[in-house]
């Protein structure tokens, strides 16, 4: 959205060359419908590879920018317009409701554009996103924890997202299912054999931060925990687990 810098965190630029475009999670969706209360024009602020402007009931217009993101996005019933989160192009009050999903990380100043988020909505303002002091806990760790820690340094403090929001603010947690079609890490918290694809890797922009030897480190070492049974040992309870609640989090604001 913003200028950002190559350095692992919130300020990052982009998410990097992405291979495989997910698919938003039709059951994550439900959860941002419920978040927006059924408001008939809202905002989505970065709509781009994770759109998910399926989860509005009303109509949408999209803040895409002009970056690499608004290059992949998919082609959305929505109208779209290329601005940065920190100055939109919007009367105060002009929405019902406005929408940040899994993109908040990628702005270089998150302040700024959750409260200009603030001043265009009249209701509420709903941001998905990953709490970074959760992410740490995922089983990825065991195999890659330059990735987890990447993820952990991008992503702000939830407590930073609902102190620029301002108003009554509510924080939920938001359960991943054990097949869930978004690109992030913990999609796969019961499918370990899918990470070793590197296009699915490449859908998670933290792998992008890391060098080679990481990534062949994972590769080699999850391999063989896979051949010898040691993951499963270890995590296999996983595999059975419909829903997972790791660090994907839901913020809804009202003033």
Do not use: K
């Not at 702005?107 to 992410?135: F, N």
């Amino acid at each position: 959205m913003d200028a950002r810098t190559q350095d692992g965190t919130a300020a990052d630029v982009g998410p990097g060359p992405i291979a495989r475009r997910p698919r938003p999670d039709p059951r994550i969706a439900r959860f941002v419908a419920e978040a927006l209360d059924g408001a008939r024009t809202v905002l989505d602020v970065g709509a781009g590879v994770n759109a998910q402007e399926g989860a509005a009931d009303g109509a949408v217009t999209a803040v895409g920018g002009s970056g690499p993101g608004r290059a992949r996005r998919p082609a959305l019933p929505a109208r779209a317009v290329d601005a940065v989160a920190g100055d939109l192009p919007y009367a105060d009050g002009e929405f019902d409701a406005s929408m940040t999903l899994f993109d908040v990380h990628q702005w270089s100043d998150v302040a700024a554009g959750l409260r200009e988020m603030r001043r265009v909505t009249r209701g509420p303002v709903v941001v998905l996103a990953r709490a970074p002091e959760l992410v740490r806990d995922f089983w990825l760790g065991a195999y890659a924890p330059e990735v987890l820690e990447t993820e952990a340094r991008r992503h702000p403090p939830v407590r930073d997202l609902t102190a620029a929001l301002g108003g009554t603010g509510r924080v939920r947690a938001v359960p991943i299912p054990l097949d869930c079609t978004d690109g992030f890490d913990e999609a796969y918290y019961g499918r370990p054999e899918m990470l070793l694809d590197p296009a699915a890797r490449q859908a998670c922009s933290a792998w992008s931060f890391v060098g080679d030897e990481v990534r062949e480190h994972f590769d080699r070492t999850l391999r063989r925990d896979l051949a010898s049974g040691a993951w499963d040992r270890r995590f296999g309870h996983l595999r059975t687990e419909p829903v997972y609640e790791g660090s994907l989090v839901l913020v809804r604001a009202i003033p």
